[in-house]
């Protein structure tokens, strides 16, 4: 009986994680083609942007980190888009969220 509840708990707590991250990407996706502009600059090709300002996303690969400091602070001619409160810190996450586990495919 223990492992059957061990088991289901573990099979919610993973389909959860998945229907989280999915919400996540399409909200990410949503901030990066619309209120985020970022396919204006930067390609993205699981966004089909084609942006030739800022570098290509495919390419560079950015981690977590750089990609929620660049975007809250800006770099270069990157606006600031969390220092300006254009974004929020959660549309910050879930954008960066999108470019990591979009980039490269």
């Known amino acids: 009986m223990k492992k059957f509840i061990f088991i289901f708990v573990f099979n919610i707590f993973f389909a959860s994680s998945s229907f989280a991250d999915a919400a996540k990407m399409n909200v990410g996706k949503e901030i990066f083609i619309g209120k985020g502009m970022c396919g204006s600059c930067h390609v993205l090709k699981a966004a089909d942007s084609q942006g030739q300002v800022g570098p290509s996303l495919d390419e560079l690969k950015p981690?977590?980190?750089k990609i929620i400091m660049a975007v809250t602070?800006?770099?270069g001619i990157m606006p600031a888009f969390g220092s300006t409160g254009m974004l929020t810190k959660t549309e910050i996450?879930?954008?960066a969220f999108y470019i990591i586990n979009s980039s490269g495919k």
């Open 63 to 65: 981690d977590l980190k």
């Open 73 to 75: 602070t800006g770099k």
């Open 93 to 95: 996450e879930n954008v």
